[in-house]
């Protein structure tokens, strides 16, 4: 887990699967690297002026937290992904991004292998299990 990982709105580019696919693997939310993945170029949090301007370098430092577009995409991410780019922020702002990587390191390892619990699906890359599921 890496700092540089952790997006502006929380997001934890570390257990994203467009990080771990082999072709066009996208380098993360924070990269200026071109072959970033076109969700990430379209992003409405890293195309934001706050973000891309003021050079914020998480959403709780702007005045509009939440906003709408920082609101549905945390809808989705809970719904779907296992995590809230919400509660991310919060627990980033409270505790500290340090503290915040350890409590992900623990949240997103494999019970079964050690390996890398990716928010998509839910499913360790190197075994297979799915960490979530009831
Ligand atoms: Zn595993």
Redesign the pocket.
């Known amino acids: 887990m890496e700092k540089e990982l952790i997006a502006p709105c929380g997001m934890n580019c570390g257990i994203c699967k467009f990080y771990y696919r082999e072709k066009n693997r996208c380098p993360g939310c924070r990269s200026e690297d071109e072959n970033k993945s076109k969700s990430v170029r379209e992003c409405i949090v890293i195309n934001c002026d706050v973000i891309k301007k003021n050079h914020a370098e998480f959403c709780f430092e702007c005045s509009s937290i939440p906003c709408k577009r920082l609101k549905n995409l945390d809808k989705r991410y809970r719904t779907k992904n296992h995590m809230s780019m919400l509660e991310n922020l919060a627990c980033i702002k409270e505790q500290g991004i340090d503290s915040f990587l350890e409590k992900e390191k623990q949240k997103w390892k494999?019970p079964?292998?050690?390996?890398m619990v990716i928010c998509h699906g839910g499913t360790?890359l190197?075994?297979?299990?799915e960490k979530f599921s009831n």
Do not use: A
């Open positions: 494999c079964k292998c050690g390996g360790c190197q075994c297979g299990f």
